[in-house]
């Protein structure tokens, strides 16, 4: 069975790597402010804990960012999820539940877009993943590294693909796609 795998390029991943780096700091700077201002052991233990394990994590996916020119690490994403938790644990547990919401996002806003094509549907990496059937098509074209779905109630979807994890013949594609919209 013939199958095709496309990895669509995430244009706006540095900007999700930033918010997400914007968010860990204000939270580390509450967790150095709670440190000082509550009064309760337990709580300022946990806030200096919290500090403590996200600058850890952020050191680390420093180091591995810089020195490894690795961009999948998983190190915010543990320091979000962490400051979730601290927040749990000294009794705010509603930005505790913000923060996890967040982390999440973040998560599901990294994930690599694969787009699969067979000869029964497409699914599409939409959140969450779409199935399109070949009845829905006009046409599917992939040309110049640009792919596009063109629907038959007048939806398009037009996007670049990720040349480094995509390795396809255009011609064979759009072959296959040819034959898939004519049956």
Known sequence: ???FQISLKNEKVKQYDRIALFITIIN???FIYVAFAVTNKQDRIAAIAGAALVLIALSIDYFLSSIKNNKDNPYKLVAIYAISMVW????FWWIGVLCFAIGT???A???ILLV???KEKIIYPSFPK???EWSQLNNIILKDGLLTIDFKNNKFIQQFIDDTN????EQEFNDFCGQQLNK
């Open 1 to 3: 069975m013939q199958q």
């Open 28 to 30: 580390l700077s509450l």
């Open 88 to 91: 749990w644990k000294i009794d």
């Open 105 to 107: 996002l973040y998560f």
């Open 109 to 111: 806003s990294k994930r």
């Open 116 to 118: 699969s094509i067979s």
């Open 130 to 132: 779409k199935h399109i």
């Open 166 to 169: 995509t390795a396809l013949n």
